[in-house]
C-alpha cells in the first residue's frame, strides 16, 4: 500500500488538531482562571506555540510535551529563556540524556522542588506573596528612589516573596529587576519609580516576556495604548487590572 504524501500530511494535521483540541480541555481543568481570560483560538495559538518550542529542546512525545505545556502555565511561555529560572535552560538545552522522557523527568523533579520551596504546600508562601503585595500597592509612598530604583525593588521583592528570593538567589532576581526597569524605561516610556516596579511585579508573577505573551493579552493591550493615553496612564490602568488578577486568585485559591 502506498501512503501519498499529501495523505500522510492530512493525517499528521489531524493527529496534531486532536492533540491540542486534548490539551485545551487540559488546559481549562489545570488552570481554570486563566484559560477563562482567552479566547479559543487564543488559547490554542498558545499551544501550538508551546508544542513547537518544546519540539526545539528535543520534547516530540505526548507526556514530554504535555509537561511542557504545563510549564508554559506555571511560568509563562518564555519560560526556558526566563532569567529567574536558569534551572530550565540548563537542563532543556542538555543533549546528554539518552531519551526524551529522562529530560522531562529531570524538569519535572525540579518544578517539583520550585513549587514546594517557592510556593509553599497548597501555595501558601504564593497567597503571602500576594496579600503582602497587595498592601503594598495601597501605600502611596512606596520606598522607591529614581537614583537606587533597581536596589529598592530588589529589597521590595525580597520583602513579598522572600522564598523566591531565597531559592533564586538575589543575583538572578537582579537580572530580572535590570531587564525590568529598562524595558519599563526604554520600550514603554514609564518615568516613575513605582510604574517601574510594576513591571519587575508583572515579570516576575508572569514571566519575563510577558508584556508579549500570548497568555496574558491584557498587558500587552493596556501597553498598547501608551500612545494614545500616555505612559503614565497606562501604567496606572496596568496597574489597576494587575491588582484586580491578584485579588482574583486570592479569591479563587480560597474558595
Known amino acids: 500500500m502506498i501512503i501519498r504524501q499529501a495523505s500522510l500530511d ?30 479559543p483560538e487564543q488559547l490554542r495559538q498558545a499551544i501550538g506555540a508551546a508544542i513547537e518550542m518544546a519540539s526545539r529542546y528535543g520534547l516530540t512525545r505526548r507526556g514530554p510535551v504535555h509537561f511542557y505545556i504545563d510549564c508554559m502555565l506555571l511560568f509563562g511561555s518564555s519560560f526556558p529563556t526566563d532569567p529567574q529560572y536558569p534551572w530550565m535552560a540548563e537542563i532543556l538545552v542538555r543533549d546528554d540524556f539518552a531519551e526524551e522522557m529522562l529530560k522531562a523527568d529531570a524538569l519535572h523533579e525540579k518544578v517539583c522542588d520550585y513549587l514546594r520551596e517557592v510556593g509553599g504546600s497548597d501555595s501558601r508562601y504564593m497567597r503571602g506573596a500576594l496579600r503582602r503585595l497587595l498592601r503594598l500597592a495601597q501605600a502611596n509612598d512606596l520606598p522607591l528612589h529614581q537614583d537606587a530604583i533597581e ?35 526604554d520600550t514603554y516610556g514609564f518615568t516613575q519609580p513605582r510604574s517601574m516596579a510594576l513591571m519587575a511585579v508583572l515579570m516576575v508573577a508572569f ?40 485579588e482574583a486568585v486570592l479569591e479563587n485559591e480560597l474558595a
Open 10 to 39: 492530512a493525517f499528521q494535521k489531524s493527529a496534531m488538531k486532536s492533540f491540542e483540541d486534548e490539551m485545551i480541555e487540559h488546559c481549562k481543568v489545570f488552570s481554570p482562571n486563566l484559560c477563562k481570560t482567552l479566547t
Open 151 to 185: 536596589q529598592d525593588i530588589l529589597r521590595l521583592l525580597g520583602q513579598v516573596w522572600p522564598e523566591k528570593l531565597a531559592y533564586s538567589g538575589p543575583e538572578t532576581i537582579q537580572l530580572l529587576v535590570s531587564d525590568a526597569v529598562g524595558r519599563a524605561r
Open 207 to 246: 514571566g519575563h516576556r510577558c508584556d508579549d505573551d500570548p497568555l496574558f493579552p491584557w498587558i500587552s493591550k493596556t501597553l498598547a495604548r501608551r500612545e494614545e493615553d500616555g505612559p503614565a496612564v497606562v501604567a496606572e490602568k496596568l496597574e489597576r487590572r494587575t491588582l484586580v488578577w491578584f
